[in-house]
């Protein structure tokens, strides 16, 4: 039933974000478009008469610049909102570990309210949704920044734009997960909090690579 609930939000929320979200969108991939040859006549329609393999070919050109866009977007979104779904989730699951319940009076927000195991996702998803806007604006501006820099030394990829931008929300992801531990774990100060994610982003980065060197040998 949760299940069936998020994939119907999923929808409203990605069809409410996707005019906003789509001129960032458009920033990001405006300069790294494919290189198409420009012809001096558009080609004639099959219907009408078939056009030479260079016309051809210029259609297949522009279709594939089009589906790359498509796909490009839908990796950069989805990748981006699972990390900062992951980034609410985990402290509340973690707060679950052994549990089926917890109050909210157990923590620094002091609220009369029991969260369940079975509404932690709904929940999560959620506050992912309302954070989600401020956290891919702040990360499109990082990224910006690195590849202008990057880009004077050699040319930036839309694939590797895209990694800059999907690492670059990890910084505003892993801000709000330490603000978020800080909130539910009254044990924990605030620079504690903080490091946590920080570290735990430290650690997979560090698997990644190591096993990214091993795979290579």
């Given amino acids: 039933m949760v ?5 119907i939000i999923a929808g409203i929320i990605g069809n409410f974000l996707t005019p906003f979200l789509t001129p960032f969108a458009r920033k990001i991939f405006a300069k790294r478009r ?3 040859p420009q012809q001096n006549e558009e080609p004639a ?3 009408e008469s ?5 016309g051809r070919e210029h259609i297949r050109a522009i279709n594939r610049a089009k589906l790359e866009s498509v796909v490009s977007m839908l ?7 699972y990390i900062l779904y992951q980034a609410v989730a985990l402290p509340l699951n973690f707060k679950l570990f052994g549990t089926d319940q917890f109050s ?3 923590t620094r927000l002091g609220l009369d309210v029991s969260l369940h195991r079975d509404i932690v996702p709904l929940f999560s998803f959620g506050l992912a949704v309302l954070f989600y806007y401020p956290a891919f604006i702040t990360a499109q501006r990082i990224a910006y920044y690195v590849a202008a820099a990057w880009d004077k030394l050699e040319k930036v990829t839309s694939i590797q734009l895209i990694g800059l931008t999907v690492v670059a929300f990890s910084v505003p992801a892993t801000l709000l997960s330490g603000h978020w531990i800080y909130l539910l774990y009254t044990q924990y100060s605030y620079g504690q909090a903080l490091m946590i994610p920080v570290s735990v982003g430290i650690f997979g980065l ?8 091993r795979e290579k040998r």
């Fill in 3 to 7: 299940s069936f609930l998020l994939s």
């Fill in 34 to 36: 494919l290189d198409i």
């Fill in 45 to 47: 329609p099959l219907g």
């Fill in 50 to 54: 078939e056009p030479a393999e260079e």
């Fill in 75 to 81: 990796i950069l979104y989805g990748a981006t909102f």
């Fill in 104 to 106: 909210l009076l157990q």
């Fill in 206 to 213: 560090f698997a990644f690579v190591s096993e990214s060197a």
